[in-house]
């Protein structure tokens, strides 16, 4: 079992109707185009686990458009701040989060051996 494939069945339990956790499906023109995954955590948080775009809609803006629609869903449920993850060797999505006002908030750092 892969550590991704680990990771899903801890967090997602139940698979989609697991508790505070909410799967979307991105569409355009009556098309799956893509997911995203938000979490509903305490305090008024949110968390946005996962979101994909399947590789041939990418650079189009639907990664975008998801991520400003995400924001609008987590307000409805009364969330005061959203949180993410996204890897250093990701420049694409890295750059999406910063323009849409997304701060680091901690840094990992690795060294190979």
């Not at 697991?18 to 949110?46: C, H, Q, Y």
């Not at 990664?63 to 060797?89: N, P, T, Y």
């Amino acid at each position: 079992m892969s550590k991704a494939t680990e990771q899903y069945a801890q967090l997602l339990p139940d698979n989609e109707k697991t508790a505070n956790n909410k799967l979307f499906t991105i569409r355009s023109d009556g098309k799956e185009v893509g997911m995203i995954w938000l979490a509903l955590k305490p305090n008024n948080k949110g968390f946005i686990y996962d979101i994909r775009i399947r590789e041939e809609y990418r650079g189009r803006g639907f990664g975008k458009q998801a991520m400003e629609d995400i924001e609008k869903v987590g307000r409805e449920f009364g969330i005061k701040s959203m949180g993410l993850h996204v890897f250093a060797h990701n420049p694409i999505a890295r750059s999406l989060y910063e323009k849409l006002g997304y701060k680091e908030t901690s840094v990992v750092m690795e060294k190979k051996l």
